[in-house]
C-alpha cells in the first residue's frame, strides 16, 4: 500500500561506453562474444513464467557466417498462442493492481541490471545474431534500451501526476488503469533496444503482454527475458512466443482480449493489422489501440550554403552504419551542382576506407545484412542500376554470399529524381543521389516532400538561417524526425523522441510520455463532500419581480397592522 508521494530516481542517458584499443570494456565484450559464438543455445518460449521447448526449432546462425551455428529456438504451436492468452488474463489480475512505484522499481532495476552485469552478453547476442559492430551494439542494446527502461518511468509519473482542477466542496482525480486485456508486441531484428522496449513500456503501465520478437532478434530477446527475471518481473506479464507469425496472429487479433498492438516492421504487415482489426470490431471488449512505426525512405537535402564535408560525413554516417538496416537510415539525398565534386570526392574516400567483416574485429566498420532475403533483395537492386542508363554506381556495388551476407556499401547517381531506388524502400548500404542546379533549391524541396509515401526522419543542410526555415516549412509533413545540419539517424531518448507518420506509422513517439499515454484507460473520479439534500435549483425559485410584490405586499399589511396598534392605543 502507497503511503507516501514518491520521487524517482532522476534519469539521465547511459553513458556510451569507446571500446578503445586496451579498453576494459573492450576485453570483457570480446571475451563474452567469443566465449557464446562457441556454444550453442537451447532457447525456450515463455508463457506464464514457464519455458516452453517443443522440439519444433529453427536454427541461429549469424549474419556473418551463415554456415556456422550457435543454437536454436522453440516454435509455438496454436495451443501454445492460445494458453498464452488465459495466462496473460490471469497474470494481470495481479499486476494491474499492483501500486506504480513496485512496476517502477522492477524496470528501474532490469536498467541497472543491464547497465552491470548484463551490458556485455546483451551487447554480444546483438553483433553474434544481429551481425552489429561493437559501437552499434553499446548505443543500441546496452544504452538505449537502458535509457527507454528509465526515462519511461520518469514520464509514468510526469502522467500520473497530470491531475484535473477541483472546485470548493468537490475532488476531482484522473486514474490511469491499464488496458482492458492483453498488449500484442512484435518487434524487429534491427534494434534490440525496441525489442526490449514494444513490450516493456506497456506493461510498466500496468499491462500484460504477448510479444513475438523477429526471428532473426530470438538470441537477443532470450536475453532480455533473462534480465526481466533478474529484475522481479512476476510470471505471465510478459509473455514470449516464438513460431508462425501467421498463427500467433490470427490467434491474438480474434481473442476478445486483445486491447492493443505495439508494432515495429513493415508499413503492409501493418496495414494488414488494421484491417483485420477493423473487421474484428464487434468481437473486442474494447477499442484497441493501435501502435506503430513502420517504413521509411529517409532523405538529406543539402542547400548550396551547405559545408561540403559536413554533408558527406552525414552521407557515410547515415547511409552506412549498420549496413543501412535503421529504420533512420539515409537512402535519397538531394545535392546542389556546386557542392557535388567535393561532396562526391569525400565520401568515396570514405566509403573505401570503410573495413567490412565480422563484428569479432571491432575495426570493422561495416557487417553482414541481416539474412539472404535482404541480400538477394539489394544485390537485385544493385544489378539494376548497373544496367540502367539513368543510374551509375559511382562507389561500391560489390556484393558476396559465401561465408556471410556482405554488401558492399553503395552510392548510386541517377539523372531521375523518380527512379526506383530514390522511391523504394531498401533497408540496406545503398543510397542513390540525384543533383540538382543550385537555383533550383526550393522547387527540389517539393520534389522531397511528395516522392515518398513515408514520413519517418529527413536531414538538412544549410547555413542561410533563411533557407532552413522555408526548408522546415516545406518539409513540415515529410519526417517526424526532423534533422538540421545533421545526420537523419541517432535518435536519444528523452532528447529526440521517435516516430514518423504517413506511411511510416502512427507517429506516436517511443521514448516519450505520448507513448506511454496509448496504454492506458483513464478514468475519471469526482468525489462531493457535503451532498445536496433538495432537488431544487435556485432557478425553480419564484422570479425577482413576483418575489419584491409579495415583500411589498407584505410590508403594506404589516404597516396596515402597525396603524391598527397605533390607532387602538390612542384610543386607549
Given at each position: 500500500?502507497?503511503?507516501?508521494?514518491?520521487?524517482v530516481?532522476?534519469?539521465?542517458?547511459?553513458?556510451?561506453?569507446?571500446?578503445?584499443?586496451?579498453?576494459?570494456?573492450?576485453?570483457?565484450?570480446?571475451?563474452?562474444?567469443?566465449?557464446?559464438?562457441?556454444?550453442?543455445?537451447?532457447?525456450?518460449?515463455?508463457?506464464?513464467?514457464?519455458?516452453?521447448?517443443?522440439?519444433?526449432?529453427?536454427?541461429?546462425?549469424?549474419?556473418?557466417?551463415?554456415?556456422?551455428?550457435?543454437?536454436?529456438?522453440?516454435?509455438?504451436?496454436?495451443?501454445?498462442?492460445?494458453?498464452?492468452?488465459?495466462?496473460?488474463?490471469?497474470?494481470?489480475?495481479?499486476?494491474?493492481?499492483?501500486?506504480?512505484e513496485?512496476?517502477?522499481?522492477?524496470?528501474?532495476?532490469?536498467?541497472?541490471?543491464?547497465?552491470?552485469?548484463?551490458?556485455?552478453k546483451?551487447?554480444?547476442?546483438?553483433?553474434?545474431?544481429?551481425s552489429k559492430?561493437?559501437?552499434?551494439?553499446?548505443?543500441?542494446?546496452?544504452c538505449?534500451?537502458?535509457?527507454?527502461?528509465?526515462?519511461?518511468?520518469?514520464?509514468?509519473?510526469?502522467?500520473y501526476?497530470?491531475?484535473?482542477?477541483?472546485?470548493?466542496?468537490?475532488?476531482?482525480?484522473?486514474e490511469?488503469?491499464?488496458?482492458?486485456?492483453?498488449?500484442?508486441?512484435?518487434?524487429?531484428f534491427?534494434?534490440?533496444?525496441?525489442?526490449?522496449?514494444?513490450?516493456?513500456?506497456?506493461?510498466?503501465?500496468?499491462?500484460?503482454?504477448?510479444?513475438?520478437?523477429?526471428?532473426?532478434?530470438?538470441?537477443?530477446?532470450?536475453?532480455?527475458m533473462?534480465?526481466?527475471?533478474?529484475a522481479?518481473?512476476?510470471?505471465?506479464?510478459?509473455?514470449?512466443?516464438?513460431?508462425?507469425?501467421?498463427?500467433?496472429?490470427?490467434?491474438?487479433?480474434?481473442?476478445?482480449?486483445?486491447s492493443?498492438?505495439?508494432?515495429?516492421?513493415?508499413?503492409?504487415?501493418?496495414?494488414?493489422?488494421?484491417?483485420?482489426?477493423?473487421?474484428?470490431?464487434?468481437?473486442?471488449?474494447?477499442?484497441?489501440?493501435?501502435?506503430?512505426?513502420?517504413?521509411?525512405?529517409?532523405?538529406?537535402?543539402?542547400?548550396?550554403?551547405?559545408?561540403?564535408?559536413?554533408?558527406?560525413?552525414a552521407?557515410?554516417?547515415?547511409?552506412?552504419?549498420?549496413?543501412?538496416?535503421?529504420?533512420s537510415?539515409?537512402?535519397?539525398?538531394?545535392?546542389?551542382?556546386?557542392?557535388?565534386?567535393?561532396?562526391?570526392?569525400?565520401?568515396?574516400?570514405?566509403?573505401?576506407?570503410?573495413?567490412?567483416?565480422?563484428?569479432?574485429?571491432?575495426?570493422?566498420?561495416?557487417?553482414?545484412?541481416?539474412?539472404?532475403?535482404?541480400?538477394?533483395?539489394?544485390?537485385?537492386?544493385?544489378?539494376?542500376?548497373?544496367?540502367?542508363?539513368?543510374?551509375?554506381?559511382?562507389?561500391?556495388?560489390?556484393?558476396?554470399?559465401?561465408?556471410?551476407?556482405?554488401?558492399?556499401?553503395?552510392?548510386?547517381?541517377?539523372?531521375?529524381?523518380?527512379?526506383?531506388?530514390?522511391?523504394?524502400?531498401?533497408?540496406?548500404?545503398?543510397?542513390?543521389?540525384?543533383?540538382?542546379e543550385?537555383?533550383?533549391?526550393?522547387?527540389?524541396?517539393?520534389?522531397?516532400?511528395?516522392?515518398?509515401?513515408?514520413?519517418?526522419?529527413?536531414?538538412?543542410?544549410?547555413?542561410?538561417?533563411?533557407?532552413?526555415?522555408?526548408?522546415?516549412n516545406?518539409?513540415?509533413?515529410?519526417?517526424?524526425?526532423?534533422?538540421?545540419?545533421?545526420?537523419?539517424?541517432?535518435?536519444?531518448v528523452?532528447?529526440?523522441?521517435?516516430?514518423g507518420?504517413?506511411?511510416?506509422?502512427?507517429?506516436?513517439?517511443?521514448?516519450s510520455?505520448?507513448?506511454?499515454?496509448?496504454?492506458?484507460?483513464?478514468?475519471?473520479?469526482?468525489?462531493?463532500?457535503?451532498?445536496?439534500?433538495?432537488?431544487?435549483?435556485?432557478?425553480?425559485?419564484?422570479?425577482?419581480?413576483?418575489?419584491?410584490?409579495?415583500?411589498?405586499?407584505?410590508?403594506?399589511?404589516?404597516?396596515?397592522?402597525f396603524?391598527?396598534?397605533?390607532?387602538?392605543?390612542?384610543?386607549?
Amino acid at each position: 500500500m502507497a503511503s507516501g508521494f514518491y520521487n524517482v530516481p532522476k534519469a539521465v542517458n547511459e553513458p556510451v561506453k569507446s571500446y578503445a584499443p586496451g579498453s576494459p570494456e573492450r576485453r570483457l565484450l570480446l571475451d563474452t562474444y567469443r566465449k557464446m559464438y562457441n556454444e550453442k543455445v537451447d532457447i525456450p518460449f515463455y508463457i506464464g513464467g514457464k519455458e516452453f521447448r517443443t522440439g519444433n526449432t529453427v536454427d541461429i546462425h549469424p549474419p556473418h557466417d551463415h554456415k556456422h551455428c550457435v543454437g536454436q529456438y522453440h516454435t509455438a504451436d496454436k495451443e501454445h498462442i492460445e494458453l498464452a492468452v488465459e495466462k496473460a488474463a490471469e497474470a494481470r489480475v495481479k499486476w494491474a493492481a499492483t501500486s506504480w512505484e513496485h512496476r517502477a522499481a522492477i524496470f528501474l532495476k532490469a536498467a541497472d541490471l543491464l547497465a552491470g552485469p548484463f551490458r556485455y552478453k546483451m551487447n554480444a547476442a546483438t553483433m553474434i545474431a544481429q551481425s552489429k559492430n561493437v559501437y552499434q551494439a553499446e548505443i543500441d542494446s546496452a544504452c538505449e534500451l537502458v535509457d527507454f527502461l528509465r526515462f519511461n518511468v520518469e514520464f509514468m509519473t510526469e502522467i500520473y501526476s497530470n491531475q484535473p482542477v477541483s472546485s470548493p466542496g468537490i475532488w476531482n482525480r484522473m486514474e490511469y488503469r491499464p488496458l482492458e486485456g492483453f498488449v500484442y508486441a512484435i518487434t524487429p531484428f534491427n534494434f534490440t533496444a525496441i525489442a526490449g522496449n514494444l513490450p516493456a513500456a506497456p506493461a510498466l503501465m500496468g499491462n500484460v503482454i504477448i510479444w513475438k520478437p523477429a526471428r532473426s532478434q530470438v538470441y537477443s530477446a532470450q536475453v532480455i527475458m533473462e534480465l526481466f527475471k533478474a529484475a522481479g518481473l512476476p510470471d505471465g506479464v510478459i509473455n514470449m512466443v516464438t513460431g508462425n507469425s501467421g498463427t500467433i496472429t490470427d490467434v491474438l487479433l480474434n481473442s476478445p482480449d486483445f486491447s492493443g498492438v505495439h508494432f515495429t516492421g513493415s508499413t503492409p504487415v501493418f496495414n494488414s493489422f488494421w484491417e483485420t482489426i477493423g473487421k474484428n470490431m464487434n468481437t473486442y471488449k474494447t477499442y484497441p489501440r493501435i501502435v506503430g512505426e513502420t517504413g521509411g525512405k529517409d532523405f538529406i537535402w543539402a542547400h548550396p550554403s551547405s559545408n561540403a564535408q559536413e554533408v558527406a560525413t552525414a552521407i557515410s554516417r547515415g547511409a552506412f552504419e549498420y549496413q543501412g538496416q535503421k529504420c533512420s537510415a539515409a537512402s535519397r539525398a538531394y545535392l546542389p551542382k556546386s557542392l557535388w565534386p567535393a561532396i562526391k570526392e569525400a565520401v568515396i574516400t570514405d566509403v573505401k576506407s570503410f573495413k567490412m567483416g565480422t563484428p569479432e574485429d571491432p575495426t570493422n566498420f561495416i557487417n553482414a545484412v541481416i539474412d539472404d532475403r535482404a541480400f538477394k533483395k539489394l544485390s537485385g537492386f544493385i544489378d539494376q542500376a548497373k544496367a540502367d542508363v539513368d543510374a551509375e554506381i559511382i562507389v561500391g556495388g560489390g556484393y558476396d554470399d559465401a561465408v556471410g551476407y556482405f554488401i558492399e556499401p553503395t552510392v548510386i547517381v541517377t539523372t531521375n529524381p523518380q527512379y526506383k531506388t530514390m522511391c523504394t524502400e531498401l533497408f540496406g548500404p545503398i543510397i542513390t543521389i540525384y543533383i540538382y542546379e543550385d537555383n533550383q533549391w526550393e522547387e527540389i524541396l517539393d520534389v522531397v516532400d511528395k516522392t515518398s509515401e513515408f514520413a519517418l526522419t529527413g536531414a538538412i543542410f544549410s547555413g542561410d538561417r533563411y533557407v532552413i526555415d522555408i526548408a522546415t516549412n516545406k518539409l513540415e509533413n515529410a519526417a517526424g524526425n526532423f534533422y538540421i545540419n545533421d545526420k537523419p539517424t541517432g535518435a536519444v531518448v528523452g532528447q529526440q523522441p521517435f516516430g514518423g507518420a504517413r506511411g511510416s506509422g502512427t507517429n506516436d513517439k517511443a521514448g516519450s510520455v505520448w507513448n506511454l499515454l496509448r496504454w492506458v484507460s483513464n478514468r475519471t473520479i469526482k468525489e462531493t463532500f457535503v451532498s445536496p439534500t433538495d432537488y431544487r435549483y435556485p432557478f425553480l425559485g419564484e422570479s425577482t419581480i413576483e418575489t419584491v410584490e409579495k415583500e411589498v405586499e407584505g410590508a403594506i399589511e404589516r404597516l396596515k397592522d402597525f396603524g391598527k396598534d397605533l390607532s387602538d392605543k390612542f384610543k386607549k
